[in-house]
């Protein structure tokens, strides 16, 4: 066969939700409808799975009287980019990854993003958009027993399926539209197709090598496309089947500001669809893009993000922009429930937030490993908390100090030359520099705990490439060193590069009270400070009130301010590390030093959750 054969089988994943079969009664045969085929070609290419998936999504609008083919290159491109396997630089998708693309993004016209070789193309916020008008409902893996597939096509139509296929699929070893089972022993290949129907003999399906390929005859029906694939073949060589049914239209009254539809919101206690934050997110793993996964980024994005945040008339003008970094605590899924929950707040004060996600899972790390030296160190410590910490420290370190050190390199790596941070900051400053200075946007930024590293890397960056004066700097309980301060944040207060620092600590008191999963009786900072940061050593962080003399400035420079909860309850009213992004008074302080006066759109407490 001159095809492409790429597919892949999918791996055992147990989250997959299975179909139950209901107890009704089957038909003998089961013909699909002629008029609810759409032929497809995908030529010699690899893209079957989005061809078989578009084929599904037809048959299914046209059952219901919608005309409009779905679009095969993105159901392609957005499996691979929901695939287990590294990179897209590569042939061939799984169908799960091909259901979750489709589950997680929508598909759009295939006229809003033709099937064009060698130029796949991107999602643009145009094809986001039309993609919603056909989102998938819900999708179920299906068990190959026969008869589960027979009743999974008389209650949803069609399903989807990957399988082993051999040379008996050559169309010149075919007769009368039947796969040629002789070849099943030897099925070298894999391939996505649809299953439409069913005889006493085996499945109709449907594939997406054109007409020409086979027609196959049914009770005097002629089906163009389709052929006949034995019970003894499937049975051999059928890897995966899926079913699925269409959702309805997320197109209904859509937000103009937002550019998404706000009529269906996501569960609060859920992460938000993608295409509800593509505008306030940049994903960096690794100091690269992470173009997988539910949150991806890559150039295409940024480039649109840059153009949204520096755009804008009337009411809908973004006067300020903010980069926002999450500390350490916050893995990909609970960055975005806050960019979710985040957003309409800072649109209607006119701010347009970026958020930048960071791959970490520090927190979960750290706390792995204070539980497994929980025990040694009370036994040894005989109950005495400050003696506990201390060996928790020690003991904690050998493995500690290389996590530590690895966060920090991804945000060294972020700012390198090829890095993507590297890539946002020349891009938004090569927009800002074009713009009329009395019409660019203010720059913000504000950093959580870890998120005053990578800031400190960002500034050093920004300025080497002549960025415009940033309005604020507001880092809440940054850990970074008082060294990395002293030497990257300070330096561009002193030019007046960064007009101002704002500075949210803790009161020593409230550090060590805090705790780090309820095992290390004093604040993250403290660890940080004891163990992470230095080798057998203590290192000043910069966010830590018992340090403040070793910072430049502090005291001295009426630029920088700082807060904690005993002296400015005004200012914030957070009472341990993590507490400072869910203390309305604090964010309503930031949006306080954004605008110049209080918000007319404050924060309220009760919207602002974990974080």
């Not at 930048?356 to 908390?385: N, P």
């Not at 390198?416 to 020349?426: L, P």
């Not at 203390?583 to 209080?598: P, Q, S, V």
Request: glycine residues 8%.
């Amino acid at each position: 066969m001159s095809q492409n054969l790429p597919t892949r089988p999918d791996s055992t994943d147990f989250r997959d939700i299975m179909y139950q079969p209901a107890l009704i009664q089957l038909p003998r045969f089961l013909v699909p409808k002629k008029e609810n085929i759409r032929i497809r070609h995908q030529g010699t290419g690899s893209a079957c799975t989005g061809f078989a998936l578009a084929a599904i999504i037809d048959y299914l609008n046209l059952s219901q009287g919608i005309d409009v083919p779905a679009s095969s290159r993105m159901l392609y491109e957005m499996a691979k980019r929901h695939d287990q396997w590294p990179g897209e630089n590569y042939e061939g998708s799984s169908a799960r990854g091909a259901m979750k693309g489709w589950q997680k993004n929508g598909v759009c016209p295939e006229t809003d993003w033709p099937f064009v070789s060698n130029n796949p193309g991107y999602l643009t916020t145009e094809r986001q958009q039309a993609a919603l008008q056909f989102p998938l409902g819900a999708y179920y893996r299906v068990e190959r027993r026969r008869s589960d597939l027979h009743t999974a096509i008389n209650e949803a139509g069609a399903v989807f399926v990957t399988a082993s296929i051999h040379d008996g699929w050559d169309m010149r070893n075919m007769k009368d539209g039947r796969i040629n089972d002789a070849y099943a022993a030897n099925a070298p290949g894999g391939h996505a197709f649809v299953l439409l129907g069913y005889t006493d003999e085996g499945f109709i399906v449907q594939n997406s090598w054109g007409e020409i390929w086979s027609t196959l005859e049914v009770d005097g029906i002629e089906l163009p496309g389709c052929a006949l694939w034995s019970y003894y073949d499937a049975e051999r060589n059928m890897w995966d089947a899926w079913v699925a049914r269409m959702g309805l239209s997320l197109i209904q009254r859509g937000n103009a500001r937002q550019g998404m539809p706000n009529s269906v919101q996501p569960a609060q206690a859920s992460a938000p669809p993608q295409y509800f934050i593509r505008d306030h997110y940049i994903h960096i793993d690794d100091g690269k893009y992470d173009p997988f996964g539910d949150y991806p980024s890559d150039e295409h994005q940024v480039d649109n993000i840059i153009i949204k945040s520096t755009s804008g008339e009337g009411v809908n003008t973004n006067r300020h922009i903010l980069f926002y970094v999450h500390g350490g605590a916050n893995n990909v899924k609970a960055t975005a429930k806050t960019v979710n929950r985040w957003r309409e707040v800072f649109a209607q004060n006119g701010v347009h937030e970026i958020h930048l996600m960071w791959e970490s899972g520090l927190f979960e790390e750290l706390t792995d490993i204070l539980l497994g030296k929980e025990q040694q160190a009370s036994q040894r410590a005989a109950g005495i908390s400050d003696w506990t910490d201390r060996l928790i420290e020690r003991l904690v370190q050998p493995l500690g100090y290389a996590l530590w050190a690895e966060m920090q390199n991804d945000a060294k790596r972020a700012f390198r030359r090829g890095g993507a941070g590297v890539d946002v900051v020349a891009k938004l400053i090569s927009r800002l520099l074009e713009m009329n200075p009395d019409e660019r946007p203010r720059i913000h930024l504000v950093g959580h705990s870890a998120g005053g590293v990578w800031l400190a890397y960002l500034l050093q960056k920004w300025f080497a490439l002549h960025g415009p004066t940033i309005d604020n700097l507001i880092l809440f309980v940054p850990a970074c060193t008082a060294k990395l301060y002293n030497k990257q944040i300070y330096p561009t207060i002193q030019s007046g590069g960064v007009k101002g620092l704002h500075h949210f600590q803790l009161d020593d008191a409230r550090e060590q009270g805090d705790n780090v999963a309820l095992i290390y009786r004093k604040s993250i900072l403290y660890l940080v400070s004891r163990a992470l940061q230095k080798w057998r050593g203590i290192e000043p962080i910069m966010g830590m009130e018992i340090y403040k003399d070793e910072l430049n400035g502090v005291g001295s420079d009426d630029r920088i301010q700082t807060y904690n909860p005993e002296l400015h309850r005004d200012a914030t009213r957070a009472e341990d590390h993590s507490g400072f992004p869910q203390d309305a008074t604090t964010m309503n302080k930031m949006l306080e030093l954004i605008l110049g006066k209080y918000p007319e759109y404050p924060f309220q407490q009760n919207k602002l959750g974990d974080n």
